[in-house]
């Protein structure tokens, strides 16, 4: 299954696993964004799911702020592992 990969690169830096940490939040948060994502385009009128959808993208946002500020290059390998935002080229 996907989260037992993510926990287990997750735990290659740590030894155990650590499933409270922002990295598996952040996975778990956008797998259900995701999954959220490809319900709402069938069902377009489900203003419910999607008011769930926002808040979870809000958390999300929330959480990667944090760590953001916390430790710029685990930032920076979660967004590019989970391939969330656009990368800048210059």
Known sequence: ???????SVISQEENKENRGSVEFQVF????????????LELHKKDYLSERGLRKILG???RL??????RNK???KE???YLDIRETKTA
């Open 78 to 80: 979660l967004i590019d």
């Open 1 to 7: 299954m996907v989260k037992n990969t993510l926990i």
């Open 64 to 69: 990667l702020a944090y760590l953001s500020k």
């Open 59 to 61: 958390k999300r946002q």
């Open 73 to 75: 290059i685990r930032y």
């Open 28 to 39: 778990r948060l956008t797998s259900k964004i995701r999954r959220l994502t490809l319900h």
